[in-house]
């Protein structure tokens, strides 16, 4: 079971960073990807961490204010995101999956809420 935490109300330009853990699992054995659903919209992806360290965008439109990395002392795997625009408001979730970011994501967090307005 995975758990996002971090989320909550930022002001447009702002910064923000989600966080996502695990009590039964090594986050390091898995690819941990970061999704993203605005109302009306469906989930879409944002990035994964591989276990090796190796990221990867799933479209070259999150490049530059989203980056992810892990923190391996608290079993952790970060989403930061810099210059947050109203279009940004909704809720992120993480997932994992084996071994790598192109394969199936199959336990997922319940997700956290961001909203960016003034």
């Known amino acids: 079971q995975l758990v996002e935490s971090g989320g909550g109300l930022v002001q447009p330009g702002g910064s923000l960073r989600l966080s996502c853990s695990a009590a039964a699992v090594n986050l390091d054995d898995y690819a941990v990807g970061w999704f993203r659903q605005v109302p009306g919209k469906e989930r879409e992806g944002i990035l994964c961490?591989?276990?090796?360290?190796?990221?990867?965008y799933f479209a070259n439109s999150w490049k530059g204010r989203f980056t992810i990395s892990r923190d391996h002392a608290k079993n952790t795997v970060n989403l930061q995101i810099e210059s947050l625009t109203p279009d940004d408001t909704g809720v992120y979730y993480c997932?994992?999956?084996?071994?790598?970011?192109?394969?199936?994501?199959?336990?997922w967090g319940q997700g956290t809420q961001v909203t960016v307005s003034s």
């Open positions: 961490i591989g276990p090796s360290g190796s990221v990867m």
């Open positions: 997932a994992e999956a084996q071994s790598t970011c192109r394969g199936g994501f199959g336990s």
